[in-house]
């Protein structure tokens, strides 16, 4: 009969009373190769998406100014526009609609972004659940801002060519630091909006190219050596 191999038994330099087998050369390897596998997997971070990722960060945070300007310019200027009283209201409800957006955002990044790769979004349990919540207030905060924006438009671009900036006795007065700032933030908005869809569509096309550079090439199939004819 084929003798069977032996493992040989050594002690644990930490430990001189404990003792254990030495595995063999094959099953070295083979736990080697476990240690890398879990090491990898864990060294991995979860797909976060778009609303864990930097491009939404940046957006949230150029988007920000306008709310802001617009909730502090409408409070100070509050009854300040005859032509249209709306404008200010306007202001203030757009700005705080904006702000809300904004935070709202920011908490959504924040909680996305928590290391969890067991959890779906990159959360705990409790994380999992906050999230859930502040997706649909999040997209009704959106809407309300696309509205106030189309609406804000109406508003403002109406009394473009009648409006008096000066002169407070005429009913076509509306003050300057108030309509001026309306006005401009609207296309400031615009332009944001516009960035924003460039840096996403870039943001797109960089992780496509990661994932093409990530994917294994295949290993070429070895060729068959040609035996030589017998005669």
Known sequence: MAAKSKKAAYKDPSDENADYLEPLPCERETVVSNRKKS?????????????????LLISLLLFAGVPLSQFVIGFIYIGQCTIRP?????????GAFGIAFVVVGLIIYMQTNKEAPIMPY???????????????????????VIGWFIAGQVIVFEVKTTVELFDPVLPEYCHGNLYKPAYILIFVDYL??????????????????????????????????MHPTRK
């Open 39 to 55: 090491s990898e997997k864990s060294s991995r971070k979860p797909s976060v998406g778009f609303f864990g990722s930097a491009y």
């Open 86 to 94: 709306f404008i200010f209201i306007y202001m203030i409800l757009s």
């Open 122 to 144: 990159g959360g705990s349990r409790s994380n999992q659940m906050i999230l859930k919540v502040l997706f649909p207030i999040f997209l009704i905060l959106f809407l309300c």
């Open 192 to 225: 944001i909006i516009l960035f924003v869809i460039i840096i996403n569509i870039v943001g797109c096309m960089l992780s496509s190219d990661k994932g093409e550079e990530k994917k294994p090439k295949p290993k070429p199939k070895p060729k068959r050596p």
